[in-house]
């Protein structure tokens, strides 16, 4: 824990929740790409995440609920996953809209045409996890994420009985599960994302040459949340952004 913190600690970038959507978005260059001009700001993308058509219809969707956070940690836990799971429902079915509307094949002015071939998150799923998971990290001891995404939809109550993994292996059950997304539940910042880069760090044994590694930190106390992109050059955070604003 101590090398992560040294790692991170000058190298950490945080952004506004808008600047961090757009970084996740799918995007395309608005022009010819420069091969001269190897890493472009995020103004020389247009991303689907600020398309009108996007915007307006996220805007008309019904918010999730308040989560109502607080008290001891493990109590939020439950809370949570419902609060993401109600936000992933309410994200696909407006890019499933949109598959069928203006990013349609159909449409000559589509700027997201690969967005037919991408399923975005529609089989994620955020459960309460809470214990150890099936594989380890050397040097450290076995990890216990608060809340993970998988891409399947189980029995909440057969869940409790299966085993998530960083990095699934190859004589894996149907009953085991990779992690999509984890989340970290805690009523402190520092801790909570020294917490996120173990487990970033898990993500990345499994699969060494990805780009990034998401993680969702929550704060109980102050019903917020970060998104936090943690990549080789260190981490890229968003503000703490309220469960409680609709917006």
Known sequence: ???????????????????????????????????????????????????????SALAAMKPPEDPQLGG???????????FLNHCIQNVVQVYENARRGPCSKKNENNLFPDLQNTPFSSSLQFYIYDRSTGDTVETSAPLEPHVV??????????????????????ESSNTDHQIAIAVEVKDD??????????YARAQWRGAAHR???????????????????FHSGGLTASQPLSLKDET
């Open 189 to 198: 910042w520092r801790e909570m994302i020294e917490q996120s880069a173990t």
């Open 211 to 229: 780009a990034f590694s998401l993680v969702i930190g929550v704060h109980h106390k102050e019903n917020k949340l970060r998104f936090l992109i």
């Open 72 to 82: 001891s940690e493990s109590k939020n836990y439950g809370a949570t996953a419902k």
């Open 149 to 170: 995404g998988i891409h399947a939809h189980p029995d909440p109550t057969d869940f409790k009985a299966m085993k998530c993994y960083w990095s699934l292996r190859p």
């Open 1 to 55: 824990m101590n090398t992560l913190h040294y790692e991170i600690g000058s190298h950490t970038w945080e952004f506004s929740g808008d600047d961090i959507a757009k970084m996740l978005s799918t995007k395309r260059r608005k022009e010819t790409p420069d091969l001269a001009e190897r890493y472009a700001p995020i103004s020389a993308y247009d991303t689907l995440i600020e398309q009108e058509y996007i915007v």
